[in-house]
């Protein structure tokens, strides 16, 4: 029972590591799983049957050994191994470079017609890369309060407060580091029950703001730099309200979004256009908060209509169901 326990075990293992690693498994590897126990004709040829039932290239595989089993010398089934190896390894490598060019065409794709969208959508909208928070009303309502919204942030743990790279992996591109943190509150209208029970009064305050998509607390904590980039649609724009703001250096730190440069100040308010380049960076040795918001963009009519539509297309994908589903666990 051992014996066959030990052959089972050596089979599927070294099975596994040559159709998982493409080739990359070496030859000895597969000699010595086998070389103690191959006289057991029958066992190995019962254990590649059960193996069988797998992933296609995996059927293709194992179907091929049980078919060249009976008879054979160890050399012979060594070199069979090594022809399937490589085998699996040019389908794989195939299997790969389709999908890559497919998500690639899908990306470019995407990009035009969201650029092209957005020339139609922004008609009539202001094209500034900074707007007067005072233009919307509820802004004077967030700053009143920005203590409440500080003490709750406050009254956080800092475990509780994950890197935002965690909660979704494509912020590592402009946050090698990962010191660029994010307590989620709202992803792109999904409540984080979680979280928001956590900060009851500013979750109050967030849901009296029209057409809000977005909340979180975001951390820069000191060193923390965050590479050029723009965000995805700018049928959303994005509102800063400064909680906790470096004592000393301030210039240090800093957000500049289309070349022009802004240093926040405690309990003041930032609203900009984050589909336009922009960068931040806190190169001090205390911690920058803000309260972050995304809300949606205000639009003429009937393009307020299809805003909403493709906001709502957005929250569906695989990006924000991920920051949502992390935030929450």
């Known amino acids: 029972m051992k014996q066959h326990q030990s052959l089972f075990s050596s089979i599927y293992t070294a099975t596994f590591v040559v159709i998982s690693r493409g080739g990359a498994c070496p030859r000895c590897h597969i000699f010595n799983a086998f070389k103690d126990s191959f006289s057991d004709v029958h066992l190995l040829i019962k254990a590649i049957s059960i ?3 797998g992933h296609s290239l995996q059927s293709f595989y194992i179907s091929h050994l049980a078919s060249i089993i009976k008879g ?3 050399l012979s089934f060594t070199r069979h191994l090594i022809y399937l190896n490589n085998c699996a390894s040019i389908i794989l490598f195939y299997q790969y470079l389709w999908a890559s060019c497919y998500l690639f065409m899908i990306n470019a ?11 139609f959508l922004l008609i009539g909208s202001s094209k500034a890369a900074f707007f007067d928070a005072a233009a919307f ?8 309060n920005y203590l409440i919204i ?3 942030f406050l009254a956080l743990q800092s475990t509780q ?4 790279a965690t909660l979704s992996p494509e912020q590592e591109r402009i946050n090698e580091k990962q010191d660029w943190k994010a307590f989620v509150l709202l992803a792109y209208g999904n409540w984080v029950d979680k979280n928001s029970k956590l900060c009851p009064q500013t979750t109050q305050l967030l849901k009296e703001i029209p057409a809000i998509k977005s909340a979180m607390f975001s951390v820069l904590a000191p060193g923390t730099v965050l590479i050029p980039h723009r965000g995805p649609y700018r049928g959303v724009l994005r509102y800063h309200l400064a909680l906790m703001v470096p004592k000393q250096n301030a210039a240090d730190c800093a957000l500049i979004v289309d070349h022009q440069k802004i240093s926040w100040q405690e309990g003041s308010a930032y609203v900009f256009d984050d589909g336009y380049e922009h960068e931040a960076y ?4 205390e911690p920058r908060v803000v309260l972050f918001i995304d809300f949606e963009r205000p639009l003429l009519f009937p393009f307020n209509f299809l805003n909403r539509f493709l906001i709502f297309v957005i929250s569906q994908t695989p990006f924000i169901k991920r920051i949502y589903r992390n935030a929450g666990d």
Request: hydrophobic residues 40%; glycine residues 2%; charged residues 30%.
């Open 51 to 53: 193996l069988g039932s």
């Open 72 to 74: 054979i010398t160890l």
């Open 109 to 119: 794709i995407l990009k035009f017609l969201i650029s092209l969208l957005e020339s």
């Open 137 to 144: 009303v509820w802004t004077k309502k967030m700053e009143d």
């Open 150 to 152: 500080r003490d709750e």
């Open 161 to 164: 407060i994950p890197s935002f």
């Open 282 to 285: 806190n190169r001090t040795s």
